[in-house]
């Protein structure tokens, strides 16, 4: 059974930093392209990155939103993604998921207050 | 980035009718391997997305086959033969072919 399992949500202030981290169990991890969606309250869905497997190059792509600040990687011997998020603003308060396109974490919860 | 509009945005239904949802995109989601990379979403309360269909048509395992999705180019419709309780969500067409992939504005599904 596919499971993902994300941590790492809280409470930052605006300007912080914070890092999800995404464990990966039941498919071979190695092999998968992964990506983190996140969803606003309230709102809808919204692709965040996505990390290719290293067969494919292990590459990183970002939404505009996010890009310059966010950071995707993995870790494949431990079968971890992971998503470093600096200098965040409000408007990235979100429920972030861990997907593989098919399968989705449950979320983590990610509030950027003062 | 490639726009996805949804329609309609509410779609109240009685229990046993058929239920439609349009998406369309913005631009042709035609990729050049040939493969069309349209894919639908249903997020049910308080759950996490669940992927319905696969490039256009391709019901993913487990999904019931009151569900079907069909179309070409730009214009896509996602179809429930028959509404059950447990089909009350949002659905979400995506589309995986431009990035950054991007999703519909999600189609509030509800019981009349």
């Known amino acids: 059974e596919v499971q993902l399992v994300e941590s790492g949500g809280g409470l930052v202030k605006p300007g912080g930093s914070l890092r999800l981290s995404c464990a990966a169990s039941?498919?071979?991890?190695?092999?998968?392209?992964m990506s983190w969606v996140r969803q606003a309250p309230g709102k809808g869905l919204e692709w965040v990155g996505r990390i290719k497997s290293k067969t494919d190059g292990g590459t990183t792509d970002y939404a505009a939103p996010v890009k310059g600040r966010f950071t995707i990687s993995r870790d494949d011997s431990k079968n971890t993604l992971s998503l470093q998020m600096n200098s965040l603003k409000t408007e990235d308060a979100a429920v972030y998921y861990c997907?593989?396109?098919?399968?989705w974490g449950q979320g983590t919860l990610v509030t950027v207050s003062s | 980035d490639v726009v996805m509009t949804q329609s309609p945005l509410s779609l109240p239904v009685t229990l046993g009718q058929p239920a439609s949802i349009s998406c369309r995109s913005s631009q042709s989601l035609v990729y050049s391997d040939g493969n069309t990379y349209l894919n639908w979403f249903q997020q049910r309360p308080g759950q996490s997305p669940r992927r319905l269909i696969y490039?256009?048509?391709n019901r993913d395992s487990g999904v019931p086959d009151r569900f079907s999705g069909s179309g070409s180019g730009t214009d896509f419709t996602l179809k429930i033969s028959r509404v059950e309780a447990e089909d009350v969500g949002v659905y979400y067409c995506m589309q995986g072919t431009h990035w950054p992939w991007t999703f519909g504005q999600g189609t509030k599904v509800e019981i009349k």
């Open positions: 039941g498919f071979t991890f190695t092999k998968a392209w």
């Open positions: 997907s593989t396109g098919v399968s």
């Open positions: 490039k256009v048509s």
